[in-house]
C-alpha cells in the first residue's frame, strides 16, 4: 500500500488565492520530506526541503514566500501556493525518505490549476 | 551539487528486445542511485535501485549496474512487454537526508 499520502489530488482557483497541498508518511516518521514540481513531459525538479521542526531549505529559484512550507510534525508537511497565478499551474509531488532502507516515497501528486 | 545526465531520452524498441538505460553522475559522494517507472499522470514509482558498494543488482526482468570509477549507472530491461511503456527516471543521492536528483527522464515505447 501507500506510504506517502497527498491531497488534494486536483485542485482548481482562481487567481490570486492561495492553496494548500498536505503530505503525509504513513509508515515511518519522516524528519526531511521533500517537494518536487512536475511540468508535463518533464522530469521531477526539487523545489525545497521540509525539515521537521525548522526552516525549509529552498532550491535556487524557488521564492520561499510564495512556495510556503510547513513540517510541524514527523508525518506531515504542507505547501502552501500563496498567490496563485496560471503559471502556477503545475503537477506538485511530496516525497519521503524512509530512514531505514533510504528509498524514497512519493505521494500520488496533485495537479493544480489556476484559472 | 549533483547533477544526473540519462540517455537516451526516448526509446522505441520491439516487443520482447531488450532496453537499456544510461545515466552519469558528478558528485563522487553519491552513493544511493534508484530507478523509477512513472505513468502517464501517476507518481514515479522505484522499481529498482543500487547502492555504492554494490555493482550489479538483479530483479526478474530489470537489472541494474554501477561503474562508480566511471561515475554511470545502466537500467537494463529484458524481455520487454507493452506495459513497460513508461518514462524512466534515474536519480542519485548521498547518505542521510540529502535529496534525490534525478535525470530528465527517458520515455521507452515497446511495440507489440
Known amino acids: 500500500g501507500a506510504v506517502v499520502s497527498q491531497h488534494p489530488s486536483r485542485v482548481i482557483c482562481k487567481s490570486g488565492t492561495s492553496v494548500k497541498i498536505e503530505c503525509r508518511s504513513l509508515?515511518?516518521?519522516?524528519?526531511?520530506m521533500f517537494w518536487y514540481r512536475q511540468f508535463p513531459k518533464k522530469s521531477l525538479m526539487l523545489m525545497a526541503t521540509?525539515?521537521?521542526?525548522?526552516?525549509?531549505?529552498?532550491e535556487q529559484g524557488v521564492e520561499k514566500d510564495k512556495f510556503l512550507i510547513n513540517h510541524a510534525s514527523l508525518t506531515l508537511s504542507t505547501l502552501t501556493v500563496t498567490s496563485a497565478h496560471p503559471e502556477d499551474s503545475s503537477f506538485y509531488i511530496c516525497s519521503a525518505r524512509d530512514p531505514r532502507s533510504l528509498e524514497q516515497y512519493f505521494g500520488p501528486g496533485t495537479r493544480l490549476t489556476v484559472t | 551539487g549533483e547533477n544526473v545526465e540519462q540517455h537516451p531520452s526516448t526509446l522505441s524498441v520491439q516487443e520482447g528486445d531488450s532496453a537499456v538505460i544510461k545515466c552519469t553522475y558528478s558528485?563522487?559522494?553519491?552513493?544511493?542511485f534508484p530507478w523509477y517507472k512513472q505513468e502517464l499522470g501517476k507518481r514515479p514509482q522505484l522499481i529498482i535501485d543500487i547502492r555504492s558498494n554494490v555493482g550489479e543488482k538483479k530483479d526478474q526482468r530489470i537489472a541494474v549496474t554501477l561503474n562508480k570509477t566511471a561515475k554511470h549507472f545502466s537500467l537494463h530491461i529484458t524481455e520487454t512487454q507493452p506495459e513497460d511503456s513508461a518514462v524512466y527516471f534515474c536519480a542519485a543521492s548521498g547518505s542521510g537526508n540529502t535529496p534525490l536528483v534525478f535525470g530528465k527522464g527517458t520515455r521507452l515505447s515497446v511495440i507489440a
Open positions: 521540509s525539515n521537521e521542526g525548522s526552516k525549509a531549505t529552498y
Open positions: 509508515d515511518f516518521q519522516a524528519t526531511t
Open positions: 558528485d563522487s559522494a553519491s552513493n544511493y
